[in-house]
């Protein structure tokens, strides 16, 4: 984080574009599953402050700017999202439901699919502490909070996790162990 | 340096954090061209639009101003508008005057003599307009006289008859 940049500066917000904009996309790609989406809400973060970019002022880093803009926006897309999928839902009422297709739980990482099951707000959290090394006042910083609320939202993502990955550490360890053949056929 | 010691408490165990990493770095960016850079240039675009669509606007209408009054001066446009607007006002008084003209047109003519030197070109201006007008005016205003115009005539066609 120790980037500086000058407000209004186009070759600083292309250095800024260049050297962010990977690292907020990963942010918003572990806040929505779709990665259209996620990159829709990166380049229109981007985009809104580029617009902003002559009154930014450097009292917080601008990458932590950038995300903040970005997490909002991927929070705003997963509400209405989550609000079209009910519309699907009641739409698709009495019809033959499509079944989730296996492949899926295949290819999507556990840990990813368990952060985009608890809030928004937590997941980025997470993923700004844990993932890009962002210390509490700069999390602080990016999600527009205090510390004090960063460090509860913090706890209540890793008890969320833990609790959204507790059969997958099950299943985990009866694959660690593979000595009842009988047992680890049973799961498979 | 004192959020960081809490920090450490309060987040993922080592494990889950290294699986985190390992996750989020398989995921790429699809499209990482810069969408800001286009939306300048619309943003130059729309300021520029209100200043576009004027100067359209007026170009048409000094177009459609001067295939109408044939000249390309502004002054003759403003003319012709005033010319346009006015007769509307002045038509309804020469509908009035055939009646007025048989009992008060030697009062009339003395009222509007006097206007004439206060204002000259408005009072000039209607007169070139009303002139269509009392062209229709002296057939019905005319129609009784041409009774006896005509009576003349028919005393020239009796005078012709008479002369026959």
């Known amino acids: 984080m120790p980037e500086s940049y000058q407000p209004g500066s186009r070759e600083d917000f292309d250095r800024l574009y260049r050297v962010a904009y990977p690292r907020v996309y990963r942010t918003v790609a572990a806040i929505l599953a779709d990665p259209a989406a996620a990159e829709d809400c990166t380049q229109d973060a981007f985009t809104q402050a580029f617009q902003a970019w002559d009154r930014w002022r450097p009292d917080?880093?601008?990458?932590?700017?950038?995300?903040?803009?970005?997490?909002?926006?991927?929070?705003?897309?997963?509400?209405?999202?989550?609000?079209?999928?009910?519309?699907?839902?009641l739409r698709r009422l009495g019809r033959p439901g499509h079944a989730p297709d296996p492949a899926d739980a295949v290819v999507q990482p556990d840990l990813l699919k368990a952060l985009r099951a608890i809030p928004p707000r937590l997941a980025a959290a997470i993923v700004l502490r844990h993932y890009h090394g962002y210390n509490n006042r700069e999390i602080a910083a990016a999600l527009g909070v205090s510390e004090r609320t960063v460090g509860t939202r913090l706890r209540k993502a890793a008890d969320l996790l833990r609790s959204e990955l507790e059969p997958s550490f099950s299943l985990e360890v009866v694959e660690a162990f593979p000595s009842e053949p009988d047992e680890s056929f049973a799961q498979r | 340096?004192?959020?960081?010691?809490?920090?450490?408490?309060?987040?993922?165990?080592?494990?889950?954090?290294?699986?985190?990493?390992?996750?989020?770095?398989?995921?790429?960016?699809?499209?990482?061209?810069?969408?800001?850079?286009?939306?300048?240039?619309?943003?130059?675009a729309l300021r520029l639009a209100p200043a576009a669509i004027a100067v359209t606007l007026l170009s048409?209408?000094?177009?459609?101003?001067?295939?109408?009054?044939?000249?390309?001066?502004?002054?003759?446009?403003?003319?012709?508008?005033?010319?346009?607007?006015?007769?509307?006002?002045?038509?309804?008084?020469?509908?009035?005057?055939?009646?007025?003209?048989?009992?008060?047109?030697?009062?009339?003519?003395?009222?509007?003599?006097?206007?004439?030197?206060?204002?000259?070109?408005?009072?000039?201006?209607?007169?070139?307009?009303?002139?269509?007008?009392?062209?229709?005016?002296?057939?019905?205003?005319?129609?009784?006289?041409?009774?006896?115009?005509?009576?003349?005539?028919?005393?020239?066609?009796?005078?012709?008859?008479?002369?026959?």
């Open chain 2, 60 to 164: 048409l209408l000094a177009l459609s101003a001067y295939a109408e009054t044939g000249s390309p001066n502004p002054v003759v446009w403003s003319q012709r508008v005033v010319t346009v607007v006015a007769p509307p006002k002045a038509s309804p008084t020469p509908t009035q005057v055939p009646p007025a003209s048989h009992h008060e047109s030697p009062t009339a003519r003395p009222s509007k003599a006097p206007e004439h030197p206060e204002s000259p070109q408005p009072s000039e201006r209607p007169e070139p307009t009303e002139s269509p007008e009392p062209r229709e005016s002296p057939e019905p205003s005319e129609s009784p006289e041409a009774g006896s115009e005509s009576s003349g005539g028919s005393t020239s066609d009796s005078g012709g008859d008479g002369r026959s």
């Open chain 2, 1 to 44: 340096m004192s959020p960081l010691p809490s920090d450490d408490e309060q987040g993922l165990s080592p494990e889950l954090e290294e699986r985190l990493r390992r996750q989020l770095d398989r995921v790429q960016p699809l499209h990482t061209s810069p969408r800001y850079a286009t939306v300048r240039k619309r943003a130059i």
């Open chain 1, 60 to 89: 917080a880093p601008a990458e932590a700017w950038v995300h903040r803009i970005a997490v909002n926006r991927a929070i705003s897309h997963r509400r209405s999202a989550r609000l079209r999928g009910v519309g699907e839902v």
